[in-house]
């Protein structure tokens, strides 16, 4: 146990749905990153937060993606009408500010259907 | 950004030592090499780091070459447990950006 919670650990949904995944960092921690794994892939980076500002977002992140890190506590990934390219797992990862040591979570598996 | 080299899958005995090499060529001067690890179903863990001096923790040794073009994530004694996909990553910017690693199997 790293220390950073993510929820729901699984989520099965309908092409055209929407999904929220959540994460809870490690409190002390500023920076906040979200990633996606498909398998037999490494992990794909999608955005970061540095408290409550979203500082880098990749090419990966369609105007379907959006993420939130309101107070720069918890995150929000929500993905708006789903399909069935996003299913994968969606991996949260935290860390103090300007250190390349992250810490991740166990992620958010996505099936969609 | 610095791209890596890694094989796609080694093999290690049990015990004995496992040597992961990871080749980065392009890597600039302030650039760190990073490990991370993933065993199956869970998220990476980090490993160790480095610029250009060796590194060792409790986990594993980081030999870096003295051109910074290659290195090497040394595993002394490989348990069953070490069985993962290892990440060599050179950092550029404030993100980490994984390839698809090596996968090493250690055997009894």
């Known amino acids: 146990d790293t220390g950073v919670s993510q929820d729901p650990r699984h989520k099965i949904t309908k092409r055209g749905q929407n999904v929220t995944f959540r994460c809870d960092p490690i409190?002390?921690?500023?920076?906040l990153y979200w990633y996606r794994q498909t398998l037999g892939q490494g992990p794909e980076f999608l955005t970061y937060f540095q408290n409550e500002a979203q500082l880098e977002k990749s090419r990966l992140l369609s105007d379907r993606f959006s993420a939130e890190r309101p107070k720069g506590s918890f995150s929000t990934l929500e993905i708006q009408r789903t399909e069935q390219g996003d299913s994968a797992m969606y991996l949260c990862?935290?860390?103090?500010?300007?250190?390349?040591?992250?810490?991740f979570g166990e992620g958010s598996r996505l099936t969609v259907l | 950004d610095a791209k890596t080299t890694q094989p796609p899958s080694m093999d290690c005995a049990e015990g004995r030592a496992a040597n992961l090499p990871c080749n980065h060529s392009?890597?600039?001067?302030?650039?760190?090499v990073y490990w991370y690890r993933q065993i199956h179903s869970q998220g990476p863990q980090y490993i160790i780091h480095g610029l250009k001096n060796n590194e060792t923790n409790e986990m594993a040794s980081l030999i870096i070459t003295e051109d910074r073009k290659s290195s090497t994530l040394i595993l002394p004694h490989a348990t069953l447990r070490d069985t993962a996909v290892y990440y060599c990553i050179v950092r550029t910017h404030n993100d980490m950006r994984f390839g698809a690693g090596t996968r090493l199997t250690v055997k009894p």
């Open positions: 409190s002390e921690h500023n920076r």
């Open positions: 392009t890597i600039s001067g302030n650039e760190y």
């Open positions: 990862a935290t860390s103090p500010v300007d250190t390349g040591e992250l810490f």
